[in-house]
């Protein structure tokens, strides 16, 4: 059995006013798993995201990523946290529009710290491999929403972080580019990479997870493994790359 990547225990986040977001929640995603989340709007799943990401806290209960304990870190520690084992795809994309795709994918080596050489080969490595290494010298304006939402991946990826976390990735693209960003991720997913998506697109849902969850109102109501799937661990590394390039090409 290949051991856990996230731990979730007893998880409960209230806000302000209303009911609470997540009530009592318990999870476990193993290494090299990809999980999709669904659900209604309003069911949690933003939530279960932000906490995993480091982004917010439990009101109760305890998270636990790649051995870290979350929910009693500094700013500072979770910080340090995201750069280090967490890379993030959102559904706006969150490029910087003045930099070009290159300099937007180099951009976590370079808070990380890591040599410049280094970087700019993983850079150069990433961008070919997710098939957009002929934009490296262009902005990401100049680029359709699939090809900003590569870029978008490669920078979450630049760190080789254990886990990756996608926010509605498909959800700002039409439906030829949503398509080509199903296509990478299931290639990420085939290769070992740990993934836990937030989604309304059911074809990404298909194509990409070996498992699905669907919360209601904070709780978690279906937990189900997608038949056909390979196994968590099965196959490959959890490098994050492995059959994507054939994936974009």
């Known amino acids: ?15 302000d006013v209303g009911l609470p977001a997540l009530a009592g929640l318990s999870l476990e995603v193993r290494a090299g798993e990809a999980l999709a989340v669904l659900g209604p709007s309003g069911s949690g799943k933003s939530t279960l995201l932000n906490l995993v990401a480091g982004l917010d806290r439990p009101s109760e209960g305890g998270v636990t990523v790649d051995g870290v304990r979350l929910d009693g870190m500094t700013e500072a520690g979770l910080a340090r946290y995201r750069r280090e084992r967490v890379g993030m795809v959102f559904q706006f994309f969150n490029l910087l529009d003045d930099l070009t795709v290159e300099d937007n994918v180099l951009l976590p080596a370079q808070l990380a ?105 904070g709780v978690i109501a279906r937990d189900s493994e997608v038949p056909g799937a390979v196994p968590a661990g099965a196959t490959g590394t959890v490098t994050g790359i492995g059959e994507a390039r054939a994936a974009v090409r």
């Open 1 to 15: 059995m290949t051991a856990p990547i996230i731990q979730i225990r007893d998880v409960s986040k209230t806000y």
């Open 113 to 217: 710290g890591l040599p410049r050489t280094q970087a700019w080969e993983r850079a150069r490595e990433l961008l070919e491999r997710l098939g957009i290494d002929r934009h490296a010298r262009a902005h990401p304006g100049r680029l359709s929403g699939g090809e900003r939402q590569r870029v978008a991946v490669a920078r979450a990826l630049m760190n080789r972080p254990p886990l990756l976390l996608a926010d509605e990735p498909t959800g700002a693209l039409d439906s030829a580019s949503a398509a080509d960003v199903r296509d990478l991720l299931a290639g990420l997913s085939r290769d070992g990479q740990s993934i836990v998506l937030v989604t309304h697109d059911t074809a990404l849902a298909r194509s990409c997870a070996t498992r699905t969850i669907e919360l209601v109102d």
